[in-house]
Nanobody, 125 residues
Framework: QVQLGESGGGLVQTGGSLRLSCAAS????????VAWFRQAPGREREFVAG?????????HYADSVKGRFTISRDIAKNTVVLQMNSLKPEDTAVYYC?????????????????WGQGTQVTVSS
């Protein structure tokens, strides 16, 4: 079974950038659809971005991050990256990496079997 771990969170000012990475161990990440979710205080965990298995040529984004965030695969490092630009205070949340064996066709929390522990992203005004 695959185990996931996130890194790259931190504190940035409005308009800044962060690069989050999701590393997989115990399996080949290309066999999994991978998604990023986030959860802010008092909010439910919500879908942010997803990438398909194998080559990762299909991606999907929440409307709130389109044009600002980019999800991609680094095949050699067995990781998935979320590049976040033009950050806003409303992006502040704990960001989680999630994966599931199969295609990218589910954008809800219940659609993913494997989860990382989360990494904090804080955007100050």
């Amino acid at each position: 079974q695959v185990q996931l771990g996130e890194s790259g969170g931190g504190l940035v000012q409005t308009g800044g950038s962060l690069r989050l990475s999701c590393a997989a161990s115990g399996g080949t990440f290309t066999s999994y659809a991978v998604a990023w979710f986030r959860q802010a205080p008092g909010r439910e965990r919500e879908f942010v971005a997803g990438i398909s298995r194998w080559s990762g040529r299909t991606t999907h984004y929440a409307d709130s991050v389109k044009g600002r965030f980019t999800i991609s695969r680094d095949i050699a490092k067995n990781t998935v990256v979320l590049q976040m630009n033009s950050l806003k205070p409303e992006d502040t949340a704990v960001y989680y990496c999630a994966a599931n064996l199969g295609p990218l066709n589910d954008y809800t929390r219940s659609g993913y079997d494997y989860w990382g522990q989360g990494t904090q992203v804080t955007v100050s005004s």
